[in-house]
């Protein structure tokens, strides 16, 4: 059973396009995140929802929005791509209350957005 | 603000060997330190979870060490295997629950 599952796993689209990535956990975790891996390979923070809350937004471009319907799912969704939205996002969850010690994280396989 | 540093960036190995990774932290103020190791077209699996209270983890050949005052962390891995082969990242949580990931350091066993 996959614990984090993202999908798609690989998403090529145009310019100028909206698209969404999915991401569900089935640990029961409380926190669910959105990070995005760059061509360096640097691994940066973009949100995290606690319980349909969001907790951290770091600085993005509002043309990404995070939607969590519930604790099990964290979706991302992208308006008006743009040739530089192109990366790695990862999807990942843990059993962590906000300001409290993180009990480890959980990521999933990652989504590869291409934008040509 | 919060740096993680990995050094080297690269290492190739001949099987068998043992190794250490290193990871720096500028900002001693952390809840934990975790070592991750990535795969070509995978996600991150989670090794070692070190607690700001601990000062090493072991699971099979894996070991983690933390020191906290000096700012650094170190995986060491025994009997290198050319199935170790990946990226291997730090990274720590910090006062505010963010993560802070190091650039990773890319590991070659050679059979």
């Known amino acids: 059973d996959t614990a984090v599952s993202q999908t798609p796993k690989y998403l090529v689209t145009q310019m100028g396009n909206d698209k969404s990535i999915k991401c569900e956990q089935n640990?029961?975790?409380?926190?669910m995140y959105w990070y995005k891996q760059d061509s360096k390979k640097f691994l940066k923070i973009m949100f995290s929802y606690n319980n349909k809350e969001l907790i951290i937004n770091e600085t993005v471009p509002n043309r990404f929005s995070p939607k969590s319907p519930d604790k099990a799912h964290l979706n991302l969704h992208i308006n008006s791509l743009e040739l530089g939205d192109s990366a790695v996002y990862f999807c990942a969850s843990s059993q962590a209350i906000t300001g409290a010690p993180n009990y480890g994280y959980t990521f999933g396989s990652g989504t590869r957005l291409t934008v040509v | 603000k919060q740096e993680v540093t990995q050094i080297p960036a690269a290492l190739s190995v001949p099987e068998g060997e043992n190794l250490v990774l290193n990871c720096s932290f500028t900002?001693?103020?952390?809840?934990?330190l975790q070592w991750f190791r990535q795969d070509p077209g995978k996600g991150l699996t989670s090794l070692l979870l070190?607690?700001?209270?601990?000062r090493e983890q072991t699971s099979g050949r894996l070991n983690a060490s933390l020191d906290k005052s000096s700012g650094r962390s170190t995986l060491y891995i025994a009997a290198s295997q050319p199935g170790d082969s990946a990226t291997y990242l730090c990274a720590v949580e910090t006062s505010y629950d963010k993560v802070i990931f190091g650039p990773g350091t890319s590991l070659s066993v050679i059979p």
């Open positions: 900002d001693s103020a952390i809840y934990n």
């Open positions: 640990l029961g975790h409380d926190t």
């Open positions: 070190i607690q700001s209270s601990q």
